[in-house]
């Protein structure tokens, strides 16, 4: 789904999506296919959800959103040393 | 100068910070100071300590590195000090911080640049050469 139509299904909630095409251009990610995983009931509940997920798939991309949000406006950075949730966990 | 110890685990040196957002302000142990790191994270779970939860409109960020990338959200507090060194009106990021350490936060290059940090590994100290104003801490704030 495109943000616009996961917006229009699930109106005002609190949701763990999945990046199933998601690009960086220009210092930012933009999804462009998000798969919604999980519907949450708050904010922590659902950044809690996102890091469970993420440590149990660390190839997988999570993030955790609400759907008041009209657009996904997300800066990426870049980092050196182990980042990523689930890095340390997974065997080299 | 005042002169804060660091602690070493792992091989990697750890500071207790104290944030202070909306008037409430709470210790954060275990904070990791990394010049690797662009910015500053904070762990959620403290975070909430000091009434930071994730809300619907925060501002989302994606930090990229070896070994993946993690999503965080940003939020403004009142103040993010080091002992008696501090910023006021600091951006930090609140993550999960799920790296298989116990990790409090992490202390990045924005915060350290601005206070004119000097890292003793030897004496295993840190000292703050400056106090930088809100303003500063912004301009040299990476892209």
Known sequence: ?92 | MESVQLTLRHDLAFVTATLTYRGTTVSVPGVLVDTGAASTVINADLAADAGIFLEPGDKLRTLRGVGGREYVFVRDVDRLAIGENGLDGFEVEIGALDYGLEIGGILGMDFLRATGAVVDLDRLTIEFRRQASPDEAVSIRPG
């Open chain 1, 1 to 92: 789904m495109r943000w616009a139509e996961v917006r229009a299904a699930y109106p005002d909630q609190w949701l763990v999506i999945e990046a199933l095409d998601a690009r960086t251009e220009l210092g930012r990610r933009l999804w462009h296919q998000i798969a919604v995983i999980e519907r949450c009931a708050n904010g922590p509940s659902t950044m809690k959800r996102y890091a469970v997920l993420q440590r149990e798939h660390p190839r997988r991309e999570f993030c955790f959103v609400h759907t008041g949000t009209t657009e996904l406006e997300i800066e990426e950075r870049h980092w050196s040393g182990i980042r990523g949730i689930g890095a340390a966990h997974s065997p080299p």
